[in-house]
Every structure is written in C-alpha cells, then in structure tokens.
C-alpha cells in the first residue's frame, strides 16, 4: 500500500458515502478530505491541494460534470475519478471526454475502489499512452493478381435453407442511433436473400450492391466502418452482422423489410441467431452452390505491419484474424472452424468496439448518432470504460464476425481456409470483390 503526499478528495452529497469512503481510504493509509458540494471542493482545495478527487455525477448547485470542466482547467494534472448511482454511458462517456481519469459506480466495491486509487496516483495523467485508433474513413485495398483462375463455383450436398416462419425484431441503430425494426420472411429456393426498404426498393445482399462498389476492377475503394448496400437513392446500413448470422445457419432465401438500418441492441450478432432458432430452419429441396478456392488469392502485403487478407484451399472452412492495437486491446489471434467450434458460443455475442474519440468526431460530423453508445466497446486512454468484456480476445472475434458477414455477400459459402491480419470492412469488401471477379472469369460472364 503507497500512501500520497496529498489528499484523497471526497466530494459527494450523501455525508453515508463521505463517511464510508473517508473509513475505507484512511484504513488504507491515505490521508481524506470530504466535501459536500462545488464550493466546499474549491475552497479546500485553495489551501491543500488534493492527490486524486472522488466526485459524484448529481450534486446540488453545479453538477459533477460542471464541476470537472473546472477542475480540468484549475488542475489539469489531478486525476478524477467519477461516481454515480445512476448515470447511464452517456454520463460516462461525456465525463471521460471532458477529461474524468476514471468513472465508477455505486454501490461501491472496496476492491475496485482501491485499486483505481493506486492506479491513478501511480498514473498520474501520462500524457505518452498511444491512443486506439480504427479506420472510419474510405480505404484502397491493393490485391495480388493470378494467371490462373483460383476459384470454382460448384453445386454441393447442402440443401438451401429458409425460416419456418415470419419474425420481428425491434432496436436501435447500431450508426443512427434511431428505433428501427426489420421483419424478416421466408422465400422460396433460389431467390436469394433481398433487402427491401419501405419505400419498396429491393436490394440483393450481394457484394455488387455494396455501397462504392464499382465494375473496374482496378477501382478498390470502399468504405471502412460499416457495411452499407444502396439501390439508387436507397441505402441499407450495418448489414454485416445479420449476414453472419444468415451464413453460419445457412440461410440462403430470406427477405429482409428494414427501413434504412438494420437494428442492433448490443453490437453483436447473438439476438439475431436467438431469432433465428426461435423461428425454426427449413430444408428446401435445392441446393447450394459452393465456391471452392483452388489457388491462393491475396489481398495486401503478408506482413506483420501491414493489412493483408488471402484465401488458400482447404478442405471445409475457417478463418484465422490477427490484431495488434494499442492497450488494452495489444496483439489477438483467433482461429474460428464452425465444424469444430459453436459460432453462437464463440463468435455471435462479440460486439463492435471503438474509442470515444473517434466516436465523437463522427458524431460531431453528423456521421453516426447515438447508437455507438449502447452497441458498441468503448476504448479511452487504454481501457475499456463502459462494460465488461465478454472474453478476453472479443475484439479480434468481432473481426472474425465482420469479415464473415462481409463474405456471405457473395451469395454462396465458401470452401477455403482464410487469414486476415488488421483487416478492416474496407479489405473486406476488397477481398469479396476479388472473389466475385474470379467467379466471374470462371464462369465465362
């Protein structure tokens, strides 16, 4: 146990929390300070400047959140940490912005409590940490080509698949923030999966209606954050995870009522599979067809630092992601087989991730709206700030989720092992539209 040189300030309300943290801190060694509100705070602190300060959300006159904005300007180098009972992310994320070293809440674990006090006394604000960054902008993916054709389009054992029955699902959206629904319904064999939008536009959930998608194939620009399909003035965001989810059970003849965004409640794909197995599965008489990759196919340069996405024959599927982003997320591999491994398990409930100041960018630029707050894992200044984390490595499975909700937009499974390292949507859509084009060739059209 460090004991500081300076107070441990209290500044709460409710004299049962002042009390009770004054007992646990001062057991601990450290020496307490305990103010009610904004003013006893100030004129302390004139006389005895405070180590690390405690401060509660909601307190009368000027609030928490105020009473930081000061402190930052005052005493920029002093940690804060912030509590509260009953804020929502919202108040979490705003107070980490603004400059909070930390946010907890109550009711109050002793355990955590001291640990983030030792933590901030012996971090004072370092200023050197590398922020978390992730690409929100539009990428060019650079592929290797071949001579030959790599790839073969051909019928398999699989029978097509639809839903036994209609289903609904209501949400917000995972960039809109907005309440969204989509019905999802059976279609016949051979019909595909379509998209349609409220105002009747159909949209095939294929990589030729993806959003920037060009017919040059030297044209390898696409957008990195999401995946969006667009038919003329229509746009369906955030598609990828529901595709997943249509992958992974087989789904091959679905229709999709959505009006511009697909919902999701936590950023994952588990409500979706839990959907999908409420609603039953039906074998139809058709077949899938099955693309086989017969030779490598590369996207990127195969080095450590830099993105790379291939494909590689392989007798099934599987795809092996690797990331290395600042802490805490620092280097992930995982290697997924559906044949050996629970997709419901170990890939749908990983959730998007993202830090909060690329998220308040977007926002400011009118991008996204509020629906990164409760859909996504929040990053700031080295950890995760607005959940817990559902394994270890979520984030490199949510990679995982992505690419393989990217890649179903090509209508057919896929017969191949695939490797990505630091992939983004936008190596994707890249890699997709490769595959495409060598059907394409394949097949003569």
């Known amino acids: 146990m460090k004991a500081a040189t300076k107070p441990i300030y209290i500044v709460d309300d409710e004299k049962s929390i002042c009390d009770s943290l004054n007992g646990i801190f001062s057991d601990e060694g450290y020496t307490v300070v305990t103010c009610k509100d904004a003013d006893a705070l100030f004129e302390q602190a004139a006389h005895t400047p405070p180590a690390l300060i405690f401060l509660d959300v909601w307190l009368p006159g000027i609030d928490g959140l105020d009473i930081l904005s000061l402190l930052q300007k005052e005493y920029p180098a002093i940690p804060v940490i912030m509590m509260s009972g009953h804020a929502g992310i919202d108040s979490a ?22 640990e983030k006090v030792s933590s901030a006394l012996d971090n004072r604000k370092e200023q050197d940490r590398p922020s978390t960054t992730f690409p929100a902008h539009v990428e060019k993916a650079d592929y290797l080509s ?38 999802l319904s059976p279609l016949d064999e051979n019909q595909g999966i379509i998209f349609r939008s409220l105002n009747g536009q159909s949209i095939p959930a294929h990589v030729t209606s993806l959003e920037n998608f060009s017919s040059d194939p030297d044209d390898r620009k696409f957008t990195a954050n999401s995946t969006a399909l667009v038919a003329g003035n229509t ?15 087989g789904l091959s003849n679905i ?3 959505v009006d511009n965004e697909i919902p999701n409640t936590d950023g994952s794909a588990i409500d979706f599979c839990k959907l999908i197995l409420d609603a039953g599965i039906v074998e139809q008489s ?17 080095s450590q630092s ?19 982003y600042p802490a805490p997320i620092f280097e992930q591999t995982f290697t997924f087989n559906p044949e050996k491994q629970s997709f419901l398990k170990e890939i749908a409930p990983a959730r998007s991730f993202n ?7 977007a926002q400011k630029s009118g991008k996204v709206g509020g629906g990164y707050l409760d859909s996504h894992i929040i990053i700031h200044d080295g950890k995760v700030i607005n959940t817990e984390l559902r394994y270890p490595d979520e984030f490199v499975r949510h ?14 499974p896929i017969q191949g092992k695939i490797v990505g390292n630091m992939t983004s949507h936008a190596y994707n859509h890249a890699f997709a539209k490769r595959i495409h084009s060598a059907i394409q060739g394949e097949s003569g059209n």
């Open 93 to 114: 994320v705003n107070a980490m912005k603004i400059g909070a070293y930390d946010f907890v809440e109550k009711p109050l674990d002793i355990d955590i409590l001291i």
């Open 146 to 183: 071949e001579d030959h054709v790599p790839i073969s389009l051909i019928p398999s054992n699989r029978p097509q698949r639809t839903l036994a029955r209609d289903i609904v699902l209501n949400g917000t959206g995972l960039l809109s923030g907005q309440k969204t629904g989509i019905i």
């Open 235 to 249: 746009h369906i965001r955030t598609v990828e995870h529901l595709m997943a989810s249509f992958s992974m059970f």
């Open 255 to 257: 229709l999709i009522k």
């Open 286 to 302: 058709a077949l899938h067809q099955e693309i086989v990759v017969n030779h490598k196919i590369t996207i990127g340069s195969e």
């Open 306 to 324: 830099d993105k790379c996405i291939y494909v590689e024959p392989f007798n099934g599927f599987e795809v092996t992601m690797r990331i290395n």
């Open 355 to 361: 830090t909060f100041e690329n998220i308040g960018m």
């Open 399 to 412: 990679k995982i989720l992505d690419l393989i909700g990217d890649l179903y937009l090509l209508g057919h």
